[in-house]
């Protein structure tokens, strides 16, 4: 049974940036796709990124293309969301989980972020 564990999250205000980091057990995360998610108050879980496996081609959401980089270090087993240019709608709880397809066993906790002034 694998699991993932978000952190990184925390309270910022509008414009500021924040780096996420996912890790996982029982997962090669050097190795596998990799997506984040997010689930804001109210609304329905959606993917903003993903990492592929093999070449780390990476896949972004219209609402977080060109502000969110996602990476991987695959020597520290660890995949990045870099999150730029934060607005209010990027406040949500943040998961990683496997790519393409997510399993629901392996959701972790989420790390919170709060874009608010």
């Known amino acids: 049974q694998a699991q993932f564990v978000e952190s990184g999250g925390g309270l910022v205000q509008p414009g500021g940036s924040l780096r996420l980091s996912c890790t996982a057990s029982?997962?090669?995360?050097?190795?596998?796709?990799v997506g984040w998610f997010r689930q804001a108050p109210g609304k329905e879980r959606e993917e903003v990124s993903c990492?592929?496996?093999?070449?780390?081609?990476?896949y972004y959401a219209d609402s977080v293309e060109c502000r969110f980089t996602t990476s991987r270090d695959a020597a520290k087993k660890t995949v990045y969301l870099q999150m730029t240019s934060l607005q209010p709608d990027d406040t949500g709880v943040y998961y990683c989980?496997?790519?393409?397809?997510?399993?629901?066993?392996?959701w972790g906790q989420g790390t919170q972020v709060i874009v608010s002034s």
């Open positions: 989980n496997a790519a393409p397809v997510a399993v629901s066993a392996w």
């Open positions: 990492i592929t496996a093999g070449d780390d081609t990476t």
């Open positions: 029982g997962f090669t995360i050097d190795y596998h796709g």
